[in-house]
């Protein structure tokens, strides 16, 4: 079935410097792959999403890179602030039904020290 | 801007209670999702309704229901509660749900449910 692995499940970086956080999916269908950050309490928030025809995006400190023909992409967080410190999930569009579902990664939590 | 707004917030039941988890969005979307999340283990798809009047099993359905009462407002409802079943619910929105034109899913922020 569908499966999407995320690495790592932690990460823990100094202020200013990247992160980065990867993610394999398993089906060549997939066309839409989102990354979410969640806050403590919070719900998963949108930060920056990757269709199949792009191979990367990039949305000020932030960016996604996409590698189709190895079923992977990754998200990349540049300069990084004490309040990006949060979970971060990845997702892989799926067919199913003839409709679209998401399929998540297990999830980073990335912790940024001052 | 509400978004998607979930009620109750927390709720403890006992083993064998019911009770029904309340979604409602104001985007004027037309598919709805109800997810589960557990520790390690990501967000896993319960039920979704690509549009209303339409409900279909998601990844992991069993024990649960679900309602689609009109375009705003979708419920999932817990018939006879177990220990397994605890977890924090999240119920999401987009505003169409087709596999070629993927739009973003909108996340409430949840309900956290603890069963005895």
């Known amino acids: 079935g569908e499966n999407v692995e995320q690495h790592p499940s932690t990460l823990s970086v100094q202020e200013g410097d990247s992160a980065v956080i990867k993610c394999t999916y398993s089906d060549s269908a997939s066309n839409y792959f989102p990354w979410y950050k969640q806050e403590l309490g919070k719900g998963p928030q949108l930060i920056i999403d990757?269709?199949?025809?792009?191979g990367e995006k990039k949305d000020q400190r932030i960016a996604v890179t996409l590698n189709k023909t190895a079923k992977h992409f990754s998200l990349h967080i540049t300069e990084t602030q004490p309040e990006d410190s949060a979970v971060y999930f990845c997702a892989a569009s799926y067919r199913s039904s003839n409709t679209g579902k998401l399929i998540f990664g297990q999830g980073t939590t990335l912790q940024v020290k001052p | 801007n509400a978004g998607v707004t979930q009620t109750p917030k927390f709720q403890v039941l006992k083993t064998g209670q019911s009770m029904t988890l309340q979604c409602a969005q104001d985007?004027?979307?037309?598919?709805m999702y109800w997810y589960r999340q557990d520790p390690g283990m990501g967000l896993r798809l319960i039920y979704y309704?690509?549009?209303?009047?339409?409900?279909d099993k998601g990844e992991v359905p069993n024990g649960y229901n679900v309602s689609r009462l009109n375009k705003r407002e979708f419920s999932l409802r817990l018939e006879s509660a177990a220990p397994s079943q605890t977890s924090v619910y999240f119920c999401?929105?987009?505003?169409?749900?087709?596999?070629?034109?993927?739009?973003?899913?909108?996340f409430g922020d949840g309900t956290r449910l603890s069963i005895l």
């Open positions: 309704s690509a549009s209303e009047g339409t409900t």
């Open positions: 985007m004027n979307h037309n598919s």
């Open positions: 990757i269709r199949s025809n792009v």
């Open positions: 999401a929105s987009s505003l169409l749900g087709g596999f070629e034109a993927y739009q973003p899913q909108h």
